[in-house]
C-alpha cells in the first residue's frame, strides 16, 4: 500500500511538472516576447523535446538502412535524424529468416520457407477479404547465384560451393511485386542437368501441397532461367515432357497457333528464359568472328563497323559499342541494337555489296526491334507486344531455315531460348485467360529480373567483398526482399542497376529521359486486360508482319507447313533443344586483338587535347618538404592560367574537353578482389595464363 502511494504521487509530481511547462508556454505566447517564446523553440530543437510517432515511411526508411547497412548505420540514423531505432526497425520487420538447405532441399523444408514467407504478409492467413477464390500465378526461377566463395583449394582439385536459390513470386498489388527466395541449397557445380531437374521438381511438389493460402489457389505456371546449358537440360526435362492434351482448359486458345511448339510439363508448365539475358546475347552475335548470314549473305564486325560509320557513328562510339570484354551490359547493347534498326536505305550511288550489306542489316535490326520492343515501350496494348513478338518468331525461323543457315544465322543455344521465351509469354497469356479472365498481363515481370535485383541487394549487404557464404545468404535474404518490396513502393529511392535498366520509350515520343526508373507495372499504360486479346489473331497478324519485310518468306512458310514435325523449336523437323553449339560459336578473338588485353592501360580513342598557354618543360626536382610549398615554389608566378584547351583546332573548356574523350570509356576492374589487385577486367573473355584465380564475374 505504502509503495502504491509512492508511485501516485511520482505520477502527479510529473503530471504537475507538465501543467507548468505548459502554462509557462501560454504565459509566454501571450506575452508576446519573442525571446521568451524562441528560448522555448530552441529547446525543442536541441531535442529536449523528442517526438515518438512515426509514419510509415519513417518505419520503412528505418528497415532500409538496418538490412543494407547493418545495426551501426541504423543506430546513426536514429541519433543524427531522429529516425526510428534499430528495435522498432525489427519489430516491424515482417519477413522471418530462410531455413537453409545444408544437404539436397526436401519438400518439407520448402513448405517450411513457403509457410513462412506466406504467413508474413500483410494480412495474415486472412488476406483475400472478399471470400473468392482467385488463382494467382507463381513463378519460380531457377538460377546459380553469382557469388562464389571458395572452401578449399588443393593442387589439381578445387571444390567451389556457391548457392542456388529458387525464387517465387506473387503479385501482391501493382507495385508490390515480392521476389522472395524459398530455397538455399549449396552446389559444388559438378551435378548434371537430371541432377539439377530433382532439385526443381521438389520445388514444384512443395509449392503444389502448399497451393493454397486462406481462401487464395495458388499455381506454378512456368520456370524461368537464363541461357546456361545445364539448367537448360533441367528444364526440358520438367517442362517438355509431354504434349499440350486437348482437354487442357488452354488447348482452344493455343492449338489454331501453326508452328507453335505445345511440349509442355505436369499441370502445363512451361519453361522461360530471361529477356535481358536474349538481348545481351544477340548482341554478342554481331562481334563474333563469323559474323551472321542473313539470305546468304554474311555480316562480319567489318562490314558493320562500316555502315555504322557511314551512318555518323563516330569511332569512339563504335569502340565502346563494340567492345567484346562488356558483354554483360544490356544497355549498350540496346544502344548498338537501336542503331542498326535506325539505318536507313543505302545511298542510290552505294555499290551492289554495300546495298546488299546494309539490306542484311536492316532485315536484322527489324528482327531485334520486334523482339526487344514489347519489354521496353510502355504504351503498347498487350495485343500488340505479342504481335511484336509473333513476327521476331516467324522471322527467326525464316532466317534460320533460308538456305540451310542454321548456326550461321545464329548459334542453336540463342535460337532456342528466343522460342522458348516467346512461347512461354503466349502460354502464360492463355493460361491467365483462363483463370483470371478480367486480370491485367505484365510481360515485363516473366523472367529472372527480380532475381537480378536480389542479388545486387545482396551484394550491397555483403560489403566490399564480392563473396557470401550460406548462412550470410539465408540470414539477410529475407530482409533483403523486404527491402525490395520498400524500393518497388518508392522506387525515388531506389537508383537501380545501372547495367540492366533499359530505356523507357513511348510510340510518340521515342525514348524518355535515361535517369527514368526501370520499367515496372506502374509505367506500363497501354491496355493490358487479356480478356480483349485474340491469340489466334496476335500469331496470325505477327506472320504477316514478318511477311512484309521478307516477302518471299511467305512460300517458305506454306512449305514448312506441310511438314506435320516442324515448329518453332523444330524448325528443320528435329528438336534443337538437346543440341549443343561448338566451342567458337561466340568466337570474337578479331575484335578482342583491337582492344587493350588485362593488365595494360587503357586509352580510350578520341583527340588529342593541347592546352593552349602550357609550353614542354623539363621535370622539374622534388625538394625535401612539406608537398604544399614545393608546388607553390614551382608554380609560375605572374602569368594567367587559362581554362581553355584546344582540341582539333577548336577552344573548349578543360571539363568539356575530358567529358568527349572520356565518354566512351567503359572499361571496368573485376568485382573479385585477387582478380582486381591483378587489373583484370570483370567481364574480360579471356583468362592470363598465370591466373590461378577461381571466381566468377556475374
Known amino acids: 500500500m505504502r509503495l502504491v502511494k509512492l508511485n501516485d504521487s511520482r505520477k502527479l509530481l510529473g503530471m504537475a511538472t507538465t501543467l507548468d511547462d505548459h502554462k509557462q508556454w501560454i504565459l509566454a505566447v501571450a506575452s508576446g516576447r519573442v525571446d521568451h517564446v524562441g528560448a522555448l523553440v530552441q529547446a525543442a530543437v536541441d531535442k529536449l523535446y523528442k517526438p515518438k510517432g512515426y509514419t510509415e515511411d519513417d518505419i520503412m526508411r528505418s528497415i532500409v538502412m538496418l538490412c543494407l547497412g547493418g545495426a551501426r548505420v541504423a543506430e546513426f540514423a536514429h541519433l543524427a535524424f531522429s529516425s526510428p531505432s534499430v528495435t522498432t526497425a525489427r519489430r516491424n520487420a515482417i519477413i522471418v529468416p530462410l531455413l537453409i538447405s545444408h544437404a539436397k532441399p526436401t519438400i518439407l523444408e520448402v513448405e517450411l520457407n513457403i509457410s513462412a514467407f506466406l504467413d508474413a504478409l500483410p494480412g495474415g492467413k486472412t488476406a483475400d477479404h472478399d471470400g473468392t477464390i482467385r488463382r494467382t500465378c507463381f513463378l519460380a526461377s531457377a538460377e546459380s547465384m553469382?557469388?562464389?566463395?571458395?572452401?578449399?583449394?588443393?593442387?589439381?582439385?578445387?571444390?567451389?560451393?556457391?548457392?542456388?536459390?529458387?525464387i517465387v513470386e506473387r503479385y501482391i498489388s501493382l507495385l508490390r511485386l515480392l521476389a522472395r527466395p524459398i530455397v538455399v541449397s549449396g552446389t559444388c557445380k559438378r551435378e548434371t542437368g537430371p541432377e539439377h531437374a530433382k532439385v526443381i521438381e521438389t520445388v514444384i511438389s512443395a509449392l503444389e501441397r502448399k497451393n493454397s493460402w486462406g481462401n487464395t489457389t495458388f499455381r506454378t505456371i512456368s520456370i524461368g532461367s537464363d541461357g546456361e546449358a545445364k539448367r537448360g537440360d533441367a528444364l526440358t526435362i520438367v517442362t517438355m515432357h509431354s504434349t499440350l492434351k486437348s482437354s487442357s482448359p488452354i488447348y482452344p486458345l493455343l492449338f489454331n497457333l501453326k508452328f507453335m511448339n505445345f511440349l509442355v510439363g505436369s499441370d502445363d508448365i512451361t519453361a522461360d528464359k530471361d529477356y535481358k539475358h536474349i538481348f545481351k546475347r544477340i548482341c554478342n552475335l554481331l562481334m563474333r568472328n563469323k559474323g551472321f548470314e542473313i539470305?546468304?549473305?554474311?555480316?562480319t564486325p567489318a562490314s558493320l563497323k562500316l555502315h555504322l560509320q557511314s551512318n555518323g557513328v563516330s569511332q569512339a562510339r563504335l569502340h565502346s559499342l563494340l567492345n567484346p570484354n562488356d558483354r554483360q551490359d544490356v544497355v549498350l547493347g540496346y544502344q548498338l541494337l537501336s542503331k542498326i534498326w535506325r539505318l536507313p536505305l543505302a545511298p542510290a550511288n552505294a555499290t551492289?555489296?554495300?546495298?546488299?550489306?546494309?539490306?542484311?542489316?536492316?532485315?536484322?535490326g527489324a528482327f531485334a526491334h520486334h523482339l526487344i520492343i514489347p519489354y521496353i515501350c510502355v504504351d503498347l496494348s498487350l495485343d500488340k507486344q505479342l504481335i511484336h513478338l509473333s513476327a521476331a518468331a516467324h522471322m527467326a525461323m525464316y532466317f534460320y531455315t533460308d538456305d540451310l543457315a542454321r548456326t550461321r544465322f545464329m548459334p542453336n543455344q540463342t535460337y532456342v531460348d528466343i522460342m522458348i521465351m516467346i512461347k512461354n509469354a503466349y502460354f502464360c497469356v492463355a493460361k491467365t485467360k483462363i483463370d483470371n479472365p478480367n486480370d491485367s498481363f505484365y510481360l515485363i515481370l516473366l523472367g529472372t529480373d527480380r532475381l537480378e535485383t536480389l542479388f545486387g541487394l545482396i551484394r550491397t549487404a555483403v560489403g566490399t567483398d564480392s563473396n557470401v557464404d550460406v548462412m550470410q545468404l539465408g540470414s539477410r535474404a529475407s530482409g533483403l526482399v523486404e527491402v525490395g518490396v520498400i524500393l518497388s513502393i518508392h522506387p525515388e529511392w531506389d537508383h537501380g542497376k545501372r547495367r540492366m535498366k533499359l530505356p523507357v520509350i513511348t510510340k510518340e515520343q521515342g525514348e524518355i529521359d535515361s535517369k527514368t526508373d526501370h520499367i515496372s507495372p506502374a509505367s506500363c499504360c497501354g491496355n493490358l486486360c487479356v480478356a480483349t486479346v485474340n491469340l489466334c489473331t496476335c500469331w496470325i497478324v505477327g506472320r504477316q508482319k514478318a511477311v512484309g519485310h521478307i516477302p518471299h518468306a511467305e512460300a517458305?512458310?506454306?512449305?514448312l507447313s506441310v511438314a506435320l514435325d516442324v515448329d518453332i523449336l523444330s524448325p528443320l523437323g528435329s528438336l534443337l533443344v538437346n543440341q549443343r553449339d561448338l566451342d567458337d560459336e561466340y568466337n570474337c578473338s578479331d575484335l578482342e586483338r583491337e582492344y587493350p588485353a588485362a593488365g595494360e592501360e587503357e586509352l580510350a580513342p578520341g583527340p588529342s587535347a593541347t592546352p593552349s598557354s602550357c609550353k614542354p618543360q623539363e621535370a622539374p626536382y622534388?625538394?625535401?618538404?612539406?608537398?604544399?610549398?614545393?608546388?607553390?615554389?614551382?608554380?609560375?608566378?605572374?602569368?594567367?592560367?587559362?581554362?581553355?584547351?584546344t582540341v582539333k583546332g577548336v577552344e573548349t573548356t578543360k571539363p568539356k574537353a575530358l567529358h568527349e574523350r572520356m565518354l566512351y570509356r567503359t572499361h571496368r576492374a573485376s568485382t573479385d578482389c585477387l582478380k582486381r589487385v591483378q587489373n583484370t577486367p570483370c567481364f574480360s573473355t579471356s583468362t592470363p595464363a598465370n591466373a590461378n584465380i577461381i571466381s566468377f564475374d556475374s
Request: negative net charge; glycine residues 4%; proline residues 7%.
Open 622 to 645: 622534388t625538394h625535401v618538404g612539406d608537398m604544399e610549398d614545393t608546388m607553390a615554389e614551382e608554380a609560375p608566378h605572374n602569368q594567367n592560367v587559362t581554362a581553355k584547351v
Open 556 to 559: 517458305s512458310f506454306q512449305r
Open 146 to 166: 553469382p557469388i562464389m566463395f571458395l572452401l578449399s583449394l588443393a593442387p589439381n582439385v578445387s571444390w567451389i560451393f556457391s548457392v542456388t536459390p529458387l
Open 295 to 299: 539470305q546468304g549473305y554474311c555480316v
Open 352 to 364: 551492289p555489296g554495300f546495298s546488299r550489306t546494309r539490306e542484311a542489316l536492316q532485315l536484322f
